[in-house]
């Protein structure tokens, strides 16, 4: 089961109490290099409540335990 499955069937907004959500992955650079060639490494979940809008940002590489995005990460070295 995907992370972003369980995230969204166990999901309660902190703030309103809402069990509905909407997420969508973001890959950022970083600093030095990395932000010098655009390379996108970092990458997060925001998880929105379609309640009130309130939203939290999740590592998915601590969730799932492995890295995720590396493939946009190697296209993003070769063509920049």
Known sequence: ?????????????SKCGG???????????????????D???NHFLFVSCEGCGFVEVYNPTILEGKSRGQLGTIMDILFG
């Open 39 to 41: 390379i996108q490494h």
């Open 1 to 13: 089961m995907r992370i972003e499955d369980v995230i969204q069937e166990k999901f309660k907004c």
């Open 19 to 37: 069990t509905s959500c909407r997420i969508k992955e973001v890959a950022m650079t970083g600093t030095g290099l990395s932000k010098l060639f």
